[in-house]
């Protein structure tokens, strides 16, 4: 899809939004809001998944996460419940704050409707392009997040998520996912969890 000045300026927005993240993370030496390079991830990985994406996917994979940390988990009973009530929350919230900042750069309602829609994950496994974001979620999880998080928990605990993540993802997004450039231990609990 060819770049339109629209789609150039929601990535500033999103971008200048995410910069105000108070975690870093640092990455090839560098130090990067947190959410500001899971946006950058996002589209990369996007890009590469699926090269012909809506321009509503597009927006929607850079913003995905946007200003996470104002709602923190803390926040939230530490039970599944509370986990479950954190999430739905945090949709409603990234597609309110990706709405603003639409309407501010001037996009119809229609590609706002559209990139809410996906935002909130609706018909997941039933709309095509809900599940694109849903493995590029996924496929971004594996490649970066995936290890740091398996280090600090249980094996079991790990082989549980590996599991839940691989059945979101689609075939494509499971071939995806066993190309990724991952460590000799995350190929290792992959198998693992697949050979359960």
Not at 56 to 81: D, F, G, K, P, V
Not at 108 to 129: H, P, R, S, Y
Request: proline content about 3%.
């Amino acid at each position: 899809m060819a770049t339109t000045d629209e789609l150039l300026l929601a990535f500033q927005l999103f971008d200048a939004a995410n910069k105000q993240d108070p975690n870093t993370e640092i990455f090839d030496g560098t130090t990067y809001p947190k959410e500001m390079l899971y946006g950058i991830r996002m589209t990369e990985r996007l890009n590469e998944f699926a090269p012909n994406a809506s321009e509503a996917l597009i927006l929607t994979a850079r913003c995905q996460h946007i200003c996470r940390w104002e709602i923190t988990r803390e926040s939230y009973t530490m039970n599944r419940e509370g986990y479950l009530k954190w999430r739905h929350d945090l949709k409603k919230f990234h597609a309110r704050k990706a709405s603003s900042i639409l309407q501010e750069v001037g996009y119809n309602q229609d590609t706002i409707d559209k990139v809410c829609f996906l935002l909130e994950k609706k018909q997941l496994k039933k709309n095509d392009q809900t599940q694109t974001l849903e493995d590029v979620i996924c496929l971004v999880f594996l490649e970066y997040y995936f290890e740091p998080f398996a280090l600090k928990h249980p094996v079991d605990k790990t082989i549980e998520i590996l599991k839940k993540t691989w059945r979101k993802m689609s075939a494509k997004g499971q071939e995806a996912a066993l190309k990724l450039p991952l460590s000799k231990y995350v190929s290792e609990l992959i198998f693992k969890a697949l050979s359960q």
